[in-house]
């Protein structure tokens, strides 16, 4: 059997993510706590990852002048159908302005009018210059004098001692014979969310051209669920409204350009349906399954200068669209922008999915933090909201280790040695084996896709297919148990599968235990396809025994069960 090199790591707080929350976490800690042992395990580079690695042309969470940050709750309450943590929207809308002004004095660069003031994009966005955004924020991040940045680790599963607290966590680099132990008083997953579950728009040699970042696997989720953390709104999925074949962003030209959706008739169909993220979605969705696509945003007869605007504009994040625009003469002013709706994502940057927290980012198990797109309950993060929660996490943290016990070494080689002997028997390829992890990828993309409300089923679901559902990809999470791996390349996509399953699992017993349809824009509940006053609550879950328990929780504003 290959064995791997161990390599152990102590340190006082481990940052799991290096994407916009982790950056933020580990600015903040070293700020206000220069000596604090600090690592951050990034499975790319730190420098490009994330959903921040191509850029962005705005900041989407601002209180601009006129507005409060009741406002802003208000709109996300509107947006998600009352479904969001109060407490967790107003504690990081009312860091929005402090953290834009923070990234400008780092560097970034906003658009300004003639009197200095910054741009705005809409009611509650600011334009900017963005494509180095990463880059800036790497920068920051290196400064701290006792942080580590490591590179290419693929983190796996949390360490859990026997009182039940999180003591580390365990992974392995995607370059080299490695396996990293890390100890630590504190963790904090600060990953992305989960893109790949389901069947995409684009097959084949195209089938990472997708909305989300194709390389966040739900790794955070799956490591929190498998070690018994609660999760919460997971079937609130997100099903982004994209301009076709390229999905670039539409809000570019929704609310740059003032461009209103129309269908094949020439209809401008979105009053029938609402103005909320989720009602733009259904609206598209629903015009093509009643026959009434393809749908478009109106932009032709845009003047010359608009034209210029978008080409930058996306340049900046998606300069596909811009070439495609030029190499096809057919320029946004001659021929009105096709658009349709991605695969579903499970995302707490823009909806409430994820880990059930308290005001402060703590989850439901000691010692484990949560901040970003991982984190539930608080839709509508975008950039300053993911800085925001860093932040407060971090602020947590520092409050929170004085009553934190370290682990003892021996503790941690116990905990980590069964996850490291799997590394290593995958790592040995039995040649009569003939499964790879892109056939069962595909296996369980298709599973989604037709069972559990993909675009192939127009977003609609109901019990009986979720039960389909959940039977077959029982039956891909066991294959997957006889994959071996070449390499460590081949070792990294067959732990990426298994995060996607796990998550894949919890989320069609979510599916299944909100019995409306609240969110038509994400997915149509076809056995019930009304609202129900009765779901006015939180959807949970956690994982007992290898299976998923389902908990209903009030609507109160803030977390109601914590466990210490």
Known sequence: MKALKRKYIETDVLIIGGGTAGCGAAIALARRAPRLRVVALEKANLRRSGCLAAGVNALNAHINPGRTVQDYLEYVRRDAEKIVRDDLILSMAERFNAITEELERMGLVFLKDDEGRYVARGKRNLKINGENIKTILENEVRKGPSTVVLNHVNATDLLKDKSGAIVGAVGFSVNFEEAFIVSAKAVLVATGGAAGLYRPNNPGFSRHKMWYSPFNTGAGYA???????????????????????????????????????????????????????????????NENYEGRGPCRLKTTGISHETEEDLYRAYLNMAPAQTLKWIESNEPPSKSDVEIEGTEPYIVGGHTGSGYWIDAGRRTTLKGLYAAGDVAGGAPKKFVTGALAEGQIAAESILADLNDIDDASSDTIERL??????????????????????????????????????????SYRYNEARLDVAEERIRVVERLVKSLRAYDMDDLLQVYELTDRLTVCRALIAHLRERRETRWPGFGVRSDYPNVDEKFELFVNSRLVDGKIQMIRRELTGKETVRER
């Not at 390829?429 to 992890?437: A, G």
């Open 223 to 285: 490591m929190g669920i498998r070690a018994g953390a609660e999760m919460t709104s997971l079937e609130m999925r997100f099903v982004a409204q994209r301009i076709k074949d390229t999905i670039a962003p539409t809000g570019t030209i929704a609310l740059g350009v003032g461009a209103k959706e129309i269908n094949s008739q020439g209809e401008f169909y979105a009053s029938k349906y609402g103005l909320s993220t989720n009602a733009r979605a259904y609206g598209a969705a």
């Open 416 to 457: 980590a040695e069964p996850f490291v002997d799997s590394y290593e028997r995958k790592l040995n390829r039995d040649e009569s084996k003939w499964l790879f992890p892109l056939e069962l990828e595909e296996a369980m993309q298709k599973i989604m896709d037709n069972y559990a409300g993909g675009i192939s089923a």
